[in-house]
């Protein structure tokens, strides 16, 4: 199934139903936006893409992204998002790996990005009159069709060795993630309204399937992405509100609500997942903001769909094991399998830890172009999260610790050896490890542990200068240390469990 039948079906159904919006203004309602979509997609089929081709998306979030990104489905082209947030040389790579045939970004990027992705890939920015003209072609009639096991969406995260990897996700990943988030996660009604706070190349874009499906509305903030202030003020005016957030993010809007006086009225259901909610943090939200939260757990390979804690069980203070439910990312969702497993593969006694394996219809198809990564990560037919957990005699899940070093910060994920392998290119620089640290606000924030060679040394703003030409900047370490060397084990491996537990305990300075 091509998502963007979706679209189409329900613009034949609900034409004049609100569709896009930018903040209260409405934009265009559903038989534009298929309109939209239709002739972004005549305009690609012009240039000769079709079935199969792979075309970027690399801009911050707008209605235009939502329109172009039916405009790939429509033309039956696979899309590529990639976080706005990254540095241009990060998405040019992922554009060249992707072998990704046209790229639409913004004007923000446009200029940077032109220098750096392949010869020959046409690049076109949303503000600009070229893509005012793509709008405006003929629309083609019908989407082209697509069976369950094409390739829709390719999402780049990162593994261990820093280095992003394509996640293959079909038309049928998508098809049982936005089903079962009607079963497991919320109900949506054409009188709703997403809300685009978070990027739309991650989680927060993958939530838009299921209001397409229902004819609800899609609302992108005025500023683009997320303020609190800006959230509260207008979700009284648009009603029954549901969003995608971070951790960081319900912090945020919890405490300008209680600063305000506000409850979050207008806003109907707040998703939260990306990283770790202290137990204090969601019992806040709930007094303050009310039965509005929803968790789930999931990866890229498993998008938004492993497990689910929902509304009632959020704000639930009255069974005998509400804390401990709470503390928990919920129960499998209804179309995978979710066990504990011991290094064999043999599952666990209920509450023993192990590592969290899932099975089902929303496991990705595997790495793209990365058949050894594949082979480690979906073992017969199993995928291997990566993520260390228990489960109870109810079938709640725990996480308890990443076996993977992934740091999580405001809901991003940053791989260490990423972050090491750019501050290694300086000559002075002899050993490093990054590591998370807690924080209050984003749940961890960056720590490099920097090793000189004898005699040299490094600077804090030259090391900053590095990390900022080569990577994102929310990559970049907040805190630097400078060890006459690292701690390492009998074999010379750098022990950061030493590291960790270093910042945990001593005020470091």
Not at 2 to 19: D, G, Q
Request: glycine fraction near 8%.
């Amino acid at each position: 199934m091509n998502p963007a039948e979706w679209l189409h079906r329900t613009a034949l159904r609900h034409p004049a139903s609100p569709a896009l919006m930018r903040g209260t203004e409405r934009k265009a309602d559903y038989a534009e936006f298929a309109r939209s979509a239709a002739a972004i997609a005549a305009a690609l089929a012009a240039r000769g893409l079709c079935k199969g081709d792979r075309v970027a998306l690399f801009a911050g979030n707008s209605t235009h992204y939502l329109e172009a990104l039916y405009g790939i489905w429509w033309a039956g082209a696979c899309a590529v998002p990639i976080n706005a947030k990254l540095h241009e040389k990060e998405a040019a790579w992922m554009i060249e790996n992707s072998g990704a045939a046209f790229v639409f970004t913004d004007a923000r990027s446009e200029a940077d990005l032109a220098s750096l992705v392949p010869t020959g890939v046409p690049l076109v920015a949303m503000e600009s009159a070229e893509y005012a003209s793509m709008r405006q072609k003929a629309p083609l009639g019908l989407p082209v069709p697509l069976e369950t096991g094409d390739l829709a969406w390719l999402f780049y995260t990162s593994g261990t060795t820093g280095k992003p990897k394509g996640v293959m996700l079909t038309c049928g990943n998508l098809t049982s993630m936005a089903l079962s988030y009607f079963v497991d996660v919320d109900d949506v009604k054409p009188q709703d309204a997403i809300l685009y706070a978070a990027p739309m190349s991650h989680g927060a874009g993958l939530y838009n399937f299921m209001h397409v499906m229902k004819g609800a509305r899609h609302v992108v903030p005025a500023s683009g992405g997320f303020d609190a202030a800006e959230i509260l003020a207008i979700a009284p005016v648009i009603g029954s509100i549901s969003m995608f957030a971070a951790p960081t993010m319900v912090r945020r809007l919890v405490d300008v609500a209680k600063a305000k006086g506000m409850t979050g009225r207008g806003l109907r259901t707040i998703v939260y997942a990306g990283g770790p909610m202290y137990e204090a943090d969601i019992l806040e939200a709930v007094e303050v903001m009310g039965a509005r939260f929803v968790q789930i757990y999931g990866q890229g390979e498993c998008p938004m769909g492993i497990t689910a804690l929902p509304r009632a069980e959020v704000s639930d203070r009255v069974h005998p094991r509400w804390r401990e439910r709470l503390n928990s990312v919920g129960t499998a969702q209804s179309v995978v399998r979710v066990m504990i497993v011991d290094a064999d593969g043999r599952e666990v006694p209920r509450g023993e830890a192990g590592e969290i394996v899932v099975s089902g219809e929303t496991v990705m198809a595997g790495y793209w172009c990365n058949e050894e990564a594949t082979a480690k990560t979906i073992r017969d037919g199993w995928l291997w999260t990566g993520d260390v957990g228990r489960m109870d005699e109810d079938g709640y899940v725990t996480l308890q610790d990443r076996s993977k070093d992934v740091i999580i910060s405001g809901g991003s994920n940053i791989y260490p050896r990423e972050v090491e392998e750019v501050l290694l290119t300086h000559p002075a620089v002899h050993e490093v490890a990054v590591v998370g640290q807690k924080d209050a606000e984003w749940g961890e924030v960056v720590v490099a542990f920097v090793a000189c060679h004898p005699g040299q040394n490094v600077s804090v703003s030259e090391l900053d200068s590095l990390c900022l030409d080569r990577i994102a900047r929310f990559k970049r370490p907040k805190h630097y240390f400078f060890p006459a060397a690292l701690p390492k084990n009998n074999y010379g491996k750098i022990l950061k469990t030493e590291l960790r537990a270093e910042l945990d305990t001593e005020e470091m300075a």
